[in-house]
């Protein structure tokens, strides 16, 4: 039962990640430091194949249980 | 049911009698999940012109082009002394600072917080908006104290036979 929702606490801890880089990404955008607003913006990007992944992952532990 | 279908239109008030939704808008963990990963999509997406925007800024190909304009002689400010003017536009207005015999800093001098002049503080080296205490790096224009968060649009000088001239501005917001 608890293992089943690691993937769950997984992806929203991707999803904490993303709001905390989308804030830091706007932010240094407002304050000239580009360099910073597109490296936040490179690891957003990043984060989605990240939870994509785990979401598959998770399938896959499903169907060899049942 | 067969009597039903050979009545056409048969005595039925529900006409949506063939939908059957069979839980298919149940939120399970499975499409919790889903919709977590479509939200992860989102940002990665919502992310792009963000990251677009700060590359084109790092590139510089928003950057604009002005004639140039003279500010003062090199005779006429004195190593520590300041000079205001007005670079591009004639509101906007700007302040050279020389720094030391061959050094020169100029910057829009309208303070990134309330758009107040800022000022070119002698003694503690710094430039300061007088309106809420804001203070800006005379090296690079950063903001070191106070409210303003950005910096400075900072004027490129040129030096031609003993005059100062205004070249281009790195950053210019209207």
Same mark, same amino acid.
């Given at each position: 039962m608890k293992h089943k929702y690691r993937n769950v606490v997984l992806l929203l801890a991707v999803l904490m990640l993303n709001i905390i880089f989308t804030q830091y990404m706007v932010h240094q955008y407002f304050f000239e430091h580009y360099k910073n607003s597109l490296i936040a913006a490179i690891i957003n990007v990043g984060l989605f194949p990240i939870a994509f992944i785990i979401y598959k992952n998770d399938k896959k532990g499903v169907s060899t249980n049942e | 049911m067969s009597d039903k279908n050979n009545k !056409? *239109?048969?005595? /039925?008030?529900?006409? @949506?009698?063939? !939908?059957?939704? %069979? %839980? /298919?808008?149940k939120l399970d963990r499975r499409g919790f999940m889903k919709t977590l990963v479509g939200a992860a999509g989102v940002f990665a997406i919502s992310s792009l012109p963000w990251g677009t925007l700060a590359a084109k800024e790092l590139t510089g190909l928003s950057d604009k082009k002005y004639p140039k304009q003279k500010i003062t002689d090199v005779k006429s400010i004195a190593v520590g002394d300041a000079v205001d003017f007005a670079f591009p536009g004639e509101h906007d207005s700007a302040i050279l600072i020389?720094?030391? /015999?061959n050094k020169y800093v100029a910057y829009q %001098?309208?303070? @990134?917080?309330?758009?107040c002049p800022v000022f070119w503080n002698k003694n503690e080296e710094e430039m300061i908006c007088p309106c809420h205490h804001g203070k800006f790096?005379?090296? @690079? &224009? /950063?903001? !070191?104290? &106070? *409210?303003?968060r950005r910096p400075l649009p900072e004027i490129q000088v040129k030096i031609e036979n003993g005059a100062i001239y205004a070249v281009r501005v790195k950053r210019y917001e209207a």
């Open positions: - | !056409i *239109p048969f005595n /039925e008030d529900n006409y @949506t009698h063939n !939908i059957n939704r %069979n %839980n /298919e808008r020389r720094l030391s /015999e %001098n309208a303070c @990134t917080h309330l758009r790096n005379v090296q @690079t &224009g /950063e903001p !070191i104290a &106070g *409210p303003p």
